[in-house]
């Protein structure tokens, strides 16, 4: 994701601060999953000159085989704020999801979830809005500390609450910080994620669909 150039448009803080809060209360925090996941799709969002560019990748769970892909582009509607992102990127990330012919069982976002100062990111607002399965997969850590020594992934914890997890995708990498969206528990994310990193440290469907997004823009840059 890049934060480039944001328009110079003024932020609604107090009201986007209220229906985070009031949505988070939304969100559900166990398995609402099939008993098998056979498909899953990772979700990106790039900027370039004014645009923003969504897209989704869908792979095969079991052999990380690219299904289907899907890109959105629309004009940049609103500043990049931190901790407000996902009023920026759900609407490109959105329209592209729902071009997909195939629907995944879950979807994993390259953003924080529950990992989020008000426990709802930008992974949380994108699985509301599609009512699916949703993790976050972050790259920093937004609050909270990880705490603990555990060799996979240690726990993030911020106000007595365990709200995401530092997972180590490998043995001498630095961990991404996965949290719940919507409709999965943190044990079950950190499966899936642990299971869609085999060979880099951002899971495959993510690396997948920034590759889209980040395609996606030149191609458009090109015919300007």
């Avoid at 890049?2 to 985070?20: C, G, L, T, V």
């Avoid at 900027?47 to 890109?71: D, F, N, Q, R, W």
């Avoid at 630095?174 to 994310?189: D, E």
Wanted: a positive charge.
């Amino acid at each position: 994701m890049s934060a480039s150039s944001s328009p110079k448009i003024r932020f609604p803080f107090e009201r986007a601060e209220k229906i985070q809060r009031i949505l988070s209360e939304r969100i559900v925090t166990y398995d609402v999953l099939p008993s098998k996941i056979r498909y899953i799709a990772g979700v990106d969002v790039s900027y370039s000159e004014g645009c923003s560019y969504g897209a989704v990748a869908v792979l095969e769970y079991e052999t990380m085989t690219i299904i289907e892909k899907a890109t959105s582009s629309q004009k940049i509607a609103l500043p990049y704020v931190p901790t407000f992102l996902s009023f920026r990127e759900l609407p490109p990330a959105v329209a592209a999801a729902r071009k997909l012919k195939r629907r995944p069982d879950v979807f994993m976002v390259d953003g924080h979830g529950r990992a989020h100062p008000r426990r709802f990111g930008f992974a949380c607002h994108f699985g509301l809005a599609l009512k699916t399965p949703t993790i976050g997969v972050a790259k920093k850590l937004l609050c909270g500390k990880v705490k603990g020594s555990r060799r996979r992934w240690r726990p993030i914890v911020d106000e007595g609450e365990v709200i995401g997890a530092a997972v180590f995708t490998s043995k001498n990498g630095k961990p991404v910080y996965v949290s719940v969206g919507h409709k999965i528990s943190l044990r079950t994310a950190i499966k899936i994620v642990l299971n869609c990193a085999e060979r880099y440290r951002i899971p495959e469907p993510i690396r997948q669909a920034h590759m889209a997004a980040e395609r996606a823009k030149r191609e458009q840059s090109a015919v300007r």
